[in-house]
């Protein structure tokens, strides 16, 4: 299936010339990056070389520094069939930002928890409405003709089968939120079609309906990723997919610090980056995407005194003492009065001022499915996680953990031994991050032997790996979040 560079080259020169010739639309690598091109990439944290399909050396650094955001991204390209999907903003700066065409059940009071497509109107205008799939609706693409019954098995000049359909895939089964989906070998997401028939005692008549349900639900979503980033669960056992329930256990140590599988827990000493996972048992698991300066704008409350809640005027003036060196009690008083400020203030951090970008498989924006979000928003899971969610709770108690130790630090200077001084709620959050269960911050420890191999050679699923797989917080929200 492998074909040189020059003979793509040549192919590509035939295609393009074919005056009026639609384009077919979806994974494609730019001109010195061909999908037919045979590109060794070097071997990672001990993993083997291994030769691509095609590859884009700039994802390198990405792959190595934050892989499992890696393969989530890789994870979204195949599922929409573009690398242009990763260029666009996250899903709220879109338009249209949500998708109509669905269902959440089947006539007949049946609920089998499926966010689906109705046959034949639905594909359609999901098509037409979903925000990801724009660069599969462009008026120059042939997919319609290529991806129809008659077309499907032919050969499209310049672009290799396996690739075509993951296109075909995502213009034929509009990949959306599918509770317990979960895909089959050589594909990016579940799809089947359904057939369900009723029967109306009026008219004597039977219907026949057919659904097709298409997607991946939230810790599939993290099971692919892992997959496309050669990333495993645990370096004892083969992977396999873990629901939520069980992605909530992983990371404790056994006796002496032992680990007991690839992945940290990680506490309120160290930081948040992408590819670290959000975890609510049995609810709901979202993956860091991208993470902007001073993320939990903790910076920015530390040098905004002016406007800091003070609880009285004798507050303010007992903390200017303590900073002048004026003040007259003892250093166990100071550092007590200091730490009670520190939990006051880091418990007013809004939210709304994180710069953090979430990715996931979410019934977000009436079921889209795999999306890119800002972490926060007013609303409750409309859009990202929502003021009520408890994975939005669970990055607002490591921001307030963050805090007091950033703070501590400062106040260091001016309350000689306060750093070391016990902080009640500090200490409360710590324990809560060792507890068994429950949510969870957890961060794939690649560089420990046998978490990382080579992600599995199947030319379907490594179309996505010339798609440019670099991000920012910026690049997605315009840097959205106030100063």
């Not at 792959?63 to 991204?73: C, D, I, N």
């Not at 120059?140 to 129809?148: L, M, V």
């Not at 070998?185 to 057919?210: I, L």
């Not at 903790?298 to 507050?315: C, D, H, L, V, Y």
Request: glycine content about 10%; hydrophobic content about 35%.
């Amino acid at each position: 299936m492998l074909r040189s560079a020059s003979g793509f080259a040549l192919l590509s020169l035939l295609f393009s010339a074919q005056t009026g010739a639609a384009e077919f639309c979806g994974l494609r690598c730019e001109p010195d990056r061909s999908l037919l091109e045979s590109l060794r990439s070097p071997g990672l944290f001990g993993a083997p070389p291994s030769i691509a399909q095609c590859g884009n050396r700039a994802n390198i650094p990405v792959l190595t520094e934050t892989p499992l955001a890696g393969g989530a991204r890789r994870t979204m390209a195949l599922a929409y069939g573009s690398c242009e999907v990763l260029k666009l903003k996250t899903r709220s700066n879109l338009i249209p930002d949500r998708i109509s065409g669905t269902f959440k059940s089947f006539s007949g009071g049946a609920d089998y928890n499926f966010n689906g497509v109705q046959i034949p109107a639905g594909v359609e205008q999901v098509r037409k409405t979903h925000p990801y799939l724009r660069a599969l609706q462009k008026e120059d693409c042939s997919n319609s003709r290529e991806c129809s019954p008659a077309g499907l098995k032919l050969p499209v000049q310049g672009v290799d089968p396996s690739c075509k359909k993951m296109v075909c895939d995502a213009w034929l089964w509009p990949s959306m939120y599918q509770y317990g989906g979960k895909a089959g070998t050589g594909e990016a997401v579940y799809h089947e079609v359904f057939t369900r028939k009723s029967y109306d005692s009026k008219t004597k008549k039977t219907t026949t309906r057919k659904y097709s349900v298409s997607g991946l639900d939230c810790s599939y979503f993290v099971f692919q990723a892992m997959q496309r980033a050669g990333l495993k669960f645990s370096a004892s056992q083969q992977n396999f997919y873990r629901s939520t329930t069980y992605l909530s256990t992983l990371g404790a140590r056994g006796a002496g610090g032992k680990r007991e599988d690839c992945f940290d827990r990680i506490n309120s000493a160290e930081g948040i980056r992408p590819g670290d996972l959000l975890v609510a048992s049995g609810v709901h698991v979202a993956m860091v995407d991208t993470v902007g300066r001073d993320p939990f704008g903790i910076a920015r409350m530390i040098e905004g005194e002016a406007a800091w809640n003070w609880s009285s005027p004798a507050q303010q003036s007992m903390f200017g003492e303590i900073r002048a060196g004026t003040s007259k009690v003892p250093a166990a008083a100071e550092h007590s009065f200091l730490n009670k400020l520190a939990g006051q203030l880091c418990a007013d951090l809004d939210p709304a001022r994180f710069r953090i970008t979430i990715i996931h498989s979410s019934p977000n924006g009436n079921g889209v499915g795999i999306q890119r979000e800002e972490a926060y928003s007013d609303t409750s899971y409309s859009v990202g996680l929502g003021r009520s969610s408890t994975l939005l709770g669970l990055l607002k108690l490591k921001a307030k953990a963050e805090c007091i130790l950033a703070l501590k630090k400062k106040w260091e200077s001016f309350s000689p031994g306060f750093s070391k001084s016990v902080n009640a709620v500090l200490e409360a959050i710590r324990k809560s991050e060792r507890a068994p269960g429950g949510s969870k911050v957890l961060r794939h420890a690649s560089i420990e032997p046998g978490c990382r191999g080579a992600p599995p050679i199947d030319p379907a699923l490594n179309c996505a790996d010339c798609c440019d797989l670099g991000s920012s917080y910026e690049s997605l929200t315009g840097g959205s979040r106030a100063d």
